[in-house]
């Protein structure tokens, strides 16, 4: 593992088990010594705590912050008043997907951006040029997530008005005595929260939540955990769903946002920002159509395995779970937009598997959102 940038809980990592495989620059835990099904129902039943300072974190601040972002992202970001945030999507010029982020507004010229492994940073900063604004890359700010239904039961305990904070925003505060930004989101599905801290104080907030946690079934929980969680959840995470790790025949790398489902994150009247003539443009025009699948086994299935109608090869697998709790076997998919609705029964013809398929509209789990979302 050759990484540039560190986790100030590696050797956490290190002693669950972990390798600390690279993702994005970091060594990050991508599996530890316990079972991944286990982990998967700790999340989805108590809360787990995964290290996911692998996200990068960009301060972009400024008299021309709001306009650089405005530019950069598909959001309308004049309507965040500080404590709130939003998913977003970036684009190339050609209209093609690029990286997705949640911006955070921390004041009327104060903003942090954090995205994946795409070219969001760079974006940004090469925008910057020109205008009145500072864009900072944060790699002191470490990113600690609490996943699960007891997550804000043993935030009460420490965080007055815990309850009270609304998905996607966020608030600061101390834990533990140490100043931290709670923020009300996540990549499980679940109620969950963020945790902003600098690297100093991240040991003692980890330990602090395992030790104390541990009566409530909270546990450390891997990377690799969330693969699960998404597939239910209907989350993307680039490069894994897109044709920069599938390639098209014949065609550029880059996937719409009409493809992949993700046409809601731009602001409703947008016209406004990188590669916005493109993105209307295509619309209509998908070669494939991001959808779910469900398989008759007790296995799951692997990334490129094939579905097909008969002898023709409608689509494949991106991401694949098998979840004992619900007993289901589920897949994200990029399908031939004609087979992307319920019902169509397909064959799933992989390396090591081979199933009936059912196409099924996404999210698996919770399709209300109501978990997430919850009040109180």
Known sequence: ?????????????????????????????????TDLADEHETIRTKAGLMDVSGLKKVHVIGPHAEALIDWATTRNVGKLYPGKSVYASMLNEAGKFIDDCVIYRNGPNAFMVVHGSGAGHEILTRGAVGRNVTVLFDDDLHDLSLQGPVAVEFLSKHVPGIRDLPYFHHIHTTLFGRPVTISRTGYTGERGYEIFCKAAD?????DTIVAEGKAM??????????????????????????????????QPIGDTLWELGLDFTVSPGKKEFRGANEHYRLQGKERFKIFGIELD???????????????????????GMYSRLVDRSMAIARLDPAYAVPGRKLELRG????APATTHALPFDDPQKLKRTAKG
């Open 202 to 206: 991240a040991p003692t907030i980890w």
């Open 351 to 354: 390396a090591s598997l081979r």
């Open 297 to 319: 086994s007790k296995e799951a299935a692997l990334g490129g395995d094939a579905l097909y109608d008969g002898d023709t090869k409608v689509g494949f697998v991106t991401c």
């Open 1 to 33: 593992m050759s990484s540039w940038r560190i986790s100030a809980l590696a050797d956490r990592h290190r002693a669950l088990g972990s390798n600390l495989e690279d993702w994005n620059g970091m060594g990050t835990a991508w599996t530890y010594s």
């Open 217 to 250: 079934g909270i546990r450390p929980c891997s990377f690799l955990a969330l693969d699960w969680l998404r597939v239910e959840s209907y989350l993307l995470f680039y490069p894994y769903d897109n044709s920069d790790m599938y390639p098209m025949e014949g």
